[in-house]
């Protein structure tokens, strides 16, 4: 019985999904020229910060979603880095794992990822976008 409760244990430490947490603040002016892709509802742009990157996601007017760029599925390695897939702007893929994920909520749809991105809080004014955790 003992045995069977070590083994348990340590499969699940295996297979546990975890992205690190890092401090996050940005301060995005969605007007200015570099961020014209953030200006149209669906448009998306990476940004440096957390571990591997951000992307910011515009999924309405007054809307935004920004995520965590390293995939959660075997967060350690360094090729774990989410993009959107350019066949299919509304996916971010994993090459790594193969794993995809939902831009407009970052949920999980196929590949080894069963749990979503890491989500940041976005506050918008109508010209200032802040991202931070």
Do not use: H, M
């Not at 970052?106 to 069963?114: E, L, T």
């Not at 749990?115 to 931070?132: A, H, M």
């Amino acid at each position: 019985l003992i045995l069977f409760i070590l083994l348990l244990f340590t499969d699940c430490k295996k297979n546990r999904q975890y992205v690190p947490n890092v401090y996050l603040d940005l301060i995005i002016y969605v007007n200015e020229p570099q961020n014209i892709n953030l200006v149209s509802v669906g448009g998306w742009k990476y940004f440096a910060g957390g571990n591997r990157g951000v992307i910011v996601y515009r999924k309405g007017f007054n809307e935004f979603a920004a995520y965590e760029r390293t995939c959660p599925y075997l967060p350690e390695e360094p090729s774990a880095i989410v993009a959107v897939d350019t066949t299919n702007n509304i996916i971010l893929k994993d090459l790594s794992c193969n794993s995809q994920f939902l831009l407009s909520d970052g949920s999980p749809i196929s590949g080894s990822a069963v749990i979503p991105l890491r989500q940041f809080r976005c506050i918008f004014d109508g010209t200032v976008l802040r991202v931070t955790n």
